[in-house]
């Protein structure tokens, strides 16, 4: 089975800290994405990468940085937290293809005071 | 760019009641289109896919049938139960060469003993 793991499911940060989000895969996925879930809005995507050490910007990344050092770990930065940023926030994983889905993690329920 | 919209919720039924949540899309060339489930305090994870024209997805009692003529791809099922109870996503992938995801908001099911 894919796994996609985030490594915290709650997490609580004070205004102007740094916060990085990991997710790891274990497929050997090229494409990695961060997407953020807002009760009545969705699902909207943040930051996506292709590929090792590649990033795009999705349709909210102000206020985001991304890293993939490694294929299977994409890193979320908040480079300066801030209230707005409190969210869920979901990493998902999958194959290059037309016909393929994608496989999430749990959730980072982040909460920023 | 492409879209997809779904009813929104929530839906509120009686267990053993039938089932639709209606979704359309917008988008260019002939993309998958894919139902994901979210339960509480989860992630999204893959319900079923269809990925041409006519083509019905199946899984869990749950069906999805790709009308391409009226661009739509409606989640049914005929006998529901308490334990699906859960948030429901429509989404579709392969347009243009992009294999990001689109997401529709989401329709929240609650299904009542």
């Known amino acids: 089975d894919v796994k996609v793991t985030q490594s915290s499911r709650y997490l609580v940060k004070r205004t102007g800290e740094k916060v990085f989000l990991e997710c790891v895969q274990d497929?050997?996925?090229?494409?990695m994405f961060w997407y953020r879930q807002d009760p009545g809005l969705g699902l909207r995507l943040i930051y996506f990468?292709?590929?090792?050490?590649?990033?795009e910007k999705g349709d909210i990344p102000e206020g985001y940085s991304v890293s993939r050092e490694k294929k299977e770990r994409f890193s979320l930065i908040l480079e300066s937290a801030s209230t707005n940023q409190t969210s869920m926030y979901l990493c998902?994983?999958?194959?290059?293809?037309?016909?393929?889905?994608?496989?999430f993690g749990q959730g980072t329920r982040l909460t920023v005071v | 760019g492409d879209s997809v919209t779904q009813m929104e919720g929530p839906v509120t039924l009686s267990e053993e009641a039938f089932l639709t949540i209606n979704c359309t899309y917008t988008a260019t060339g002939y993309p998958s289109l894919f139902w994901y489930v979210q339960y509480p305090g989860e992630g999204l994870q893959l319900l079923l896919k269809a990925t041409k024209a006519d083509d019905k997805g199946s899984n869990k009692g749950f069906e999805a049938t790709y009308r391409k003529e009226t661009t739509s791809f409606h989640l049914e099922k005929g006998s529901v139960q308490v334990s699906d109870s859960a948030v429901y996503f429509c989404?579709?992938?392969?347009?243009?060469?992009?294999?990001?995801?689109?997401f529709g908001r989401g329709t929240s099911l609650i299904v009542h003993p």
């Open positions: 989404a579709l992938s392969g347009t243009g060469g992009s294999y990001i995801p689109t």
């Open positions: 998902a994983s999958s194959l290059t293809g037309d016909n393929t889905e994608a496989f």
């Open positions: 497929m050997d996925h090229e494409n």
């Open positions: 990468s292709y590929d090792v050490k590649m990033k």
